[in-house]
Nanobody
Framework: VQLQASGGGLVQPGGSLRLSCAASGSIFEIYTIGWYRQAPGKHRELVASVTSGGNTDYADSVKGRFTISRDNAKNTVSLQMNSLKPEDTAVYSC????????????????WGQGTLVTVSS
């Protein structure tokens, strides 16, 4: 099982970016998916998450600006980031709980590689 993240880059303050994360491999079920970020010198924080049922949760700092969505048919999750601020600059990573086998305990967390988002003029 692999998670492949994409979509980072350089954007001016107030701009938008869309991050994507695609899961591939032996996937029987994907549970909660989250986007995390880590800025230089700071701890990693959860930015947004979406459950298998579509319930979403956001960090206070991004509420109203970021939207997480998932496509269960394609095993993908996206993070639409609008009104970006310099303090959103960080490496963003996706994480998913995935069942990779037929047994109940054939499950674990997987991480995608980080993608750098830089918000600067």
């Amino acid at each position: 099982v692999q998670l492949q993240a994409s979509g980072g880059g350089l954007v001016q303050p107030g701009g938008s970016l869309r991050l994507s994360c695609a899961a591939s491999g032996s996937i029987f079920e994907i549970y909660t998916i989250g986007w995390y970020r880590q800025a230089p010198g700071k701890h990693r924080e959860l930015v947004a998450s979406v459950t298998s049922g579509g319930n979403t949760d956001y960090a206070d700092s991004v509420k109203g600006r970021f939207t997480i969505s998932r496509d269960n048919a394609k095993n993908t999750v996206s993070l639409q980031m609008n009104s970006l601020k310099p303090e959103d600059t960080a490496v963003y990573s996706c994480n998913a709980g995935i069942r990779y086998g037929t047994r109940y305990f054939d499950r674990r967390d997987y991480w995608g590689q980080g993608t750098l988002v830089t918000v600067s003029s």
